[in-house]
């Protein structure tokens, strides 16, 4: 617990003082009482001795000027409170190897189709970050609730040409779900083998460290070849790999509607934040509480006011 106006607290020492005060004053009173009567004179006039009741009443006030104090200091907890939070990073490959059309129309737009429709099925709640990459990655867009503006990020990044920096790409997904302190998941959209840069398979053993699951679309066919008559097969035995080891899963592009699956995982998770909540009306509440039982029980055994 912490107080905005810890200054304040120092009007707590009026409480041992009053309770000092208190006690000296007690004695007195019972000096004065035995000096007016004996012992047995008084068993005799005052038969019951309020003994413990003389105090309570006061006892109560007391702790209800020690919360009154408390609550003008503006005290304030730490509660943790739920917040949902989850953040998909789509990793997008426009290598020239996307060029070849054994997936209809080409596999860019193969690509650019799922991509779409895993756009379109995403709760809003999550937050999706956009990569692309050729022999180089590149962040296109933080991860954000506007879908439009990753659309519009992603659709302009998206012009096949170069090799396949695969790692690369990971690698920059990871650092960007990291940057949101929350769960996460990377969407990598690939066909080509990695040319260029990381070794993917390392950097999906850190994913799986960090318990973000990469889930991989293996765009393409054996068959597939560019318009110069270059074969491109997919790499779908290290796209495999690079889901199996991080703790994700793997697909093919016509089991891309699978991709639910991600979004499903994520979109229910809860994580935890600790935010400060003043309690100011507690500590109030909990003085009014006080001094009204006070009160009431002042004037049911002594018929008046503390």
Known sequence: MSFQSPWLLVGLVLIPLLSVAYVFTERRRRRAAAAFASPRVAVSAVPRAPGWRRHLPLGLAGLATAALIAALARPQVSVAVPAEQATIVLAMDHSGSMMATDVAPSRLDAA????????????????????????????????????????????AAMTPSGGTATGDALSTSLAMIRSQKAPGAIVLLSDGKATHGTDPLPVADEAKRLKIPIYTVALGTASGTLPNGDAVPPDVTTLREIAERSGGEAFTADQAGALSSVYEKLGSEVATKHEQREVTSAFAGGAVLLLLLGSGLSLRWFRRLL
């Open 112 to 155: 650019k189709d799922a991509g779409e429709a895993f756009l379109d099925k995403v709760p809003e709640k999550v937050r999706v970050g956009g990569v692309v990459f050729n022999n180089r990655a590149q962040a296109v867009s933080s991860p954000t609730t506007d879908r439009d503006e990753l659309r519009s990020a992603l659709e």
